[in-house]
């Protein structure tokens, strides 16, 4: 018999011993973790559609990644790179530098988390541009951090937070589905590129600004995906105005959309780029990758820190990739989105609560709103369905600014009977919600 002591007393522990503002996004526990399997600490089995948030791609405790960390740890934890080189840094990024080439010349820094990340992106391409200011985007989310969270939108994770870094600027994200007014995606997004080429001439010069920021798919934010044309379009503008376009891929890399990189859908390539979670399937790493010329133009020990490139990470992460290109990871996120994208749209033809449908690959979610009405968000209904799910033995969790957004973020491994099963629990939820 399944106890729920062992659950409960966590929960009280956690309530006891850990700050209250360290968010529950999920009400459930875990115990240890395989593949797309989650055991809470009730000994049941929970189907993962949550990933960690999006961290574990190549799925729970893969085998070599296992191994791989378990003989890094016994040879060597730590000594910082800055103190001396190893070769597990080095591995590491041949491999990234290889995997997205940024020009000819292609450099890495390793981080710690995406957050990291994007703080190093911003002080990289300030000194590579000697500007200061920072375009950004409504709905994104960009991390806790103080500038990450200057550029993170969602007011809720910032209040009393203040103040904030100086220099960055906001601008709308092409949100077709709650902006676009009648136009195709094309005509929309030309609309929202003239809005920016004014932008620069009414609130901020061109010549000021140092980068434009944006994730090919929000995360946090909804999993709005930014349009084809409108990304094309940044990246000529940018060009044009010596703006350097820094794509956040924290959450869309490595195979979660269908490929590496979510700008490979895009035939655009960025000048900077940031990265984390699913890169180590689970351990604490990151990284900027950018061309050579634009990461030398930064002086030193202005980037870096004590534990980035930490050997344990590294071989984690080396070992992460090798795996991912032998299961085919892209593969695997493609089918798997073609699968989750089909049943979302067959769920939003029952259920007029979900007003869209959207997403790239297996980055895929569903919009919840009351009377079809994209300005009227159903908030209540996305946490209730995130708690039936619990109940029912799925682990998923939601997005969006306004918290009605259900997401998918599972192990791209999960096998077509867990998948579905999940999915079944998801429709199951919005049948009893609904009535």
Known sequence: MISQDKVQDLLARRRQFVPNALGIFNPGTAMRAKGHVITDASGREMIDFAGGIGVVNAGHCPAPVVEAIARQAAEMIHCSFNVATYDQYLHLAEELAGLFPHGDHTKVLLTNSGAEAVENAIKIARQATGRQAVICYTSA??????????????????????PFAPEVYRIPFPDHYRYGKGLDLDAFSDKHLADL????????AASDVAAIIIEPVQGEGGFHVVPKRYLQGL???CTKNGILLILDEVQTGFGRTGKWAAYQHYDVLPDISTWAKSMGSGMPIGAVISTAKIMDACNPSTIGGTYPGNPVCCAAAIATLQYMKEIDINAKGERIGEKVRARFLSLQDKFPQIGDVRGLGAMMAFELV??????????????????????????IISAGVLGNVIRVLGPLVISDEDLDKGLDIIEDGLRELAR
């Open 141 to 162: 989310f960009h991390g806790r951090t103080m500038m990450a969270m200057t550029l993170t939108s969602k007011v809720g994770y910032k209040v009393g937070c203040g």
């Open 370 to 395: 009351k009377d079809g009405d994209p300005f009227r968000p159903d908030a209540e209904l996305c946490k209730n369905l995130v708690s039936y799910c619990a109940e029912h033995g799925l682990i």
């Open 197 to 204: 080429e004014s932008y620069l001439h009414t609130v901020v």
């Open 235 to 237: 990246r000529e503008i």
